[in-house]
């Protein structure tokens, strides 16, 4: 990996903790009733048990994690399901262009179907070689190490492609649509 610096996006700082924040409680979860769909412009509509998701091949992924409130964590190590595996089985339509994410809570973001199939984009299940905790978005949460972390939905429920984009709950609220750090887009 590059050296440190050049890694932190403009106006970030580096922390070793990983603060929590999120929109509402943190939902309880139930491994026996939770399950993972995946709906929309695809040929293979999808749904999931946590035991089937949990049996979908692995895959483990370092990358830099950075809020739009200013704070980076760097080497972050993600344990769970390529995003591109689960476009695979579902087989998105040639018209989808977009993947809405929708969280418990209704907690939804959206992104470009493009920027999803980029190799270090997963749904996690696992942070640093243990289970990823709930206040962290266990059990699955969507990882965009290019976007604000506010694009990295916690509790991923379901995916569902689209033609258009659907602005998500922060981006309703004025947060850049596109999030990306680099450029510092963290307000429409």
Same mark, same amino acid.
């Given at each position: 990996m590059a050296d440190e610096k050049s890694r932190i996006p403009p106006h970030q700082a580096v922390t070793p903790k990983f603060p929590v924040l999120h929109v509402g409680p943190v939902p309880?979860?139930? !491994? %026996?009733?939770w399950d993972f769909v995946v709906e929309g412009l695809v040929e293979n509509p999808l749904r999931l048990t946590y035991g089937e998701f949990m049996k979908l091949p692995k895959t483990v992924s370092t990358s830099d994690f950075h809020c739009v409130t @200013?704070?980076?964590r760097l080497n972050n190590k993600w344990e769970g399901v390529a995003f591109k595996t689960i476009a695979d089985l579902a087989k998105p339509l040639s018209k989808a262009k977009f993947v809405?994410?929708?969280? *418990?809570?209704?907690?939804?973001?959206? =992104? !470009? /179907? #493009?920027? /999803? /199939?980029? *190799?270090?984009?997963l749904l996690a299940y696992g942070f640093n070689d243990n289970a990823l905790q709930p206040e962290h978005g266990g059990p699955l949460r969507l990882v965009v190490p290019k976007k604000y972390a506010y694009k990295s939905a916690k509790w991923v429920r379901k995916l569902r492609f689209t033609e *258009?984009? #659907? =602005? @998500?709950?922060w981006e309703q609220r004025g947060y850049s649509n596109t999030a990306d750090p680099? %450029?510092?887009e963290r307000y429409a």
């Open positions: 309880r979860f139930d !491994p %026996k009733t @200013g704070w980076s809405t994410i929708v969280a *418990e809570g209704n907690y939804t973001t959206s =992104l !470009p /179907l #493009e920027d /999803l /199939l980029d *190799e270090d984009v *258009e984009q #659907e =602005l @998500g709950f680099w %450029k510092e």
